[in-house]
């Protein structure tokens, strides 16, 4: 069986990159992805909408992203496995044996690229919600945007995601509702100044308290006070359940569930490593700019770390790729 250099659990962007750079640096790579498709959060939760923090790129679409991404990988030779949940890993004498469903691979070190887990969107918990998911009247991201044309949509949440959902459904909805429990959102400054400044109407502190024919109950948190919402779509942005957990037990995590790493993005178990929203330390951002800092840093820190007669530990990428 091949041993590799590095073997990433994770197609999302991070993991992407972080196999573009391990390719780069000379590390034989094998990239897991449990998805049919590779991508991540921007592929499969937000296709359409534009990204403008990234270094470089004024403006790019989720989609536009991985097709870039995988441009990108072209340059190197990696082995991709899609379909596979990563289900297992044990330490072993050549390094890890990392097991799916169906799939057993050999490599010297792992880099957890996991962001938010298989990307199981946690829900609201509210009887009938099943039967409005399949309706359509109830979604947890949006793959469709014309989907929402002249509808009347509320949004619950308070995170950025719900806040970029809102401001992008403000273009072609007929209303946009933004729920959220706080007073406070929990989203860049410079978003939750554009809500603010748009035309969409803020419920806060409101908590869900019953979905009815026409839409939501709402109810003023910490009080009986209760008012009816009448929309026509709801879009529930309550974030992901996270999943690493079971990997490997081993692994120390901070209260969010994410795998606690430190500067060299090594985490407690040595030859482990996680980058992107899967990892965590203080003063994480959860952003796709800070994930593909992060690869880098681990995937250097992993070329030092295996002593490799074949890596290529100086130089920059244009000496590598220029002609
Ligand atoms: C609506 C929305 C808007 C956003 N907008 C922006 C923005 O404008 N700018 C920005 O910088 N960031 C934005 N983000 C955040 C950004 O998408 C994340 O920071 C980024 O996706 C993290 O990448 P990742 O590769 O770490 O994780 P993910 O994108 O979550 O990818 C992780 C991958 O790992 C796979 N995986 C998980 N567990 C296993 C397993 N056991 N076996 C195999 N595969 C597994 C998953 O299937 C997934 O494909 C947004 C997020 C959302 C939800």
Not at 43 to 61: C, F, R, S, V
Not at 273 to 291: E, F, I, N, T
Request: net charge negative.
């Amino acid at each position: 069986m091949k041993n590799y250099d590095v073997l990433i659990v994770g197609g999302g962007p991070v993991g992407l990159y972080a196999a573009f750079y391990a390719g780069m640096r000379g590390l034989s790579v094998a990239l897991v992805e449990a998805f049919d498709e590779v991508g991540g959060q921007p592929q499969n939760l937000y296709p359409e909408k534009k990204i403008y923090d990234i270094a470089g790129l004024p403006e790019i679409h989720g989609a536009d992203l991985t097709k870039n991404l995988l441009k990108q990988l072209e340059l190197v030779p990696y082995d991709c496995f899609t379909g596979q949940k990563i289900g297992k890993i044990e330490k072993n004498e050549a390094g890890f044996s990392v097991s799916t469903d169906s799939n057993e691979f050999q490599a010297k070190s792992v880099l957890m690229t996991t962001g938010a887990g298989l990307l199981a969107p946690r829900k609201l918990d509210i009887e009938g919600e099943e039967s409005r998911y399949q309706a359509g009247s109830l979604s947890y991201f949006i793959k469709d945007l014309e989907s929402f044309r002249g509808k009347k949509v509320a949004v619950l949440g308070g995170g950025d995601s719900a806040l970029d959902w809102s401001l992008m459904l403000e273009n072609v909805a007929d209303e946009v509702h933004l729920v959220h429990r706080r007073p406070k959102f929990r989203a860049h400054e410079m978003t939750v100044e554009q809500v603010k400044a748009s035309t969409i109407e803020l419920h806060t502190p409101y908590q869900v308290s019953a979905l009815t024919d026409t839409g939501l109950e709402l109810q003023v948190v910490k009080s009986d006070e209760k008012c009816l919402l009448e929309v026509d779509k709801i879009l529930v942005n309550y974030g992901f359940l996270t999943n690493h957990l079971d990997l490997i037990e081993a692994l120390d995590v901070t209260r969010s569930g994410r795998i606690l790493v430190d500067r060299e993005m090594k985490t407690n178990f040595d030859g482990i490593y996680a980058a992107g929203d899967g990892a965590d330390y203080q003063g994480k951002v959860a952003l796709l700019s800070v994930g593909f800092g992060e690869a880098v840093i681990a995937i250097n820190a992993i070329t030092n770390s295996i002593s490799l007669d074949h890596a290529i530990t100086k130089g920059h990428s244009s000496s590598l790729f220029g002609k």
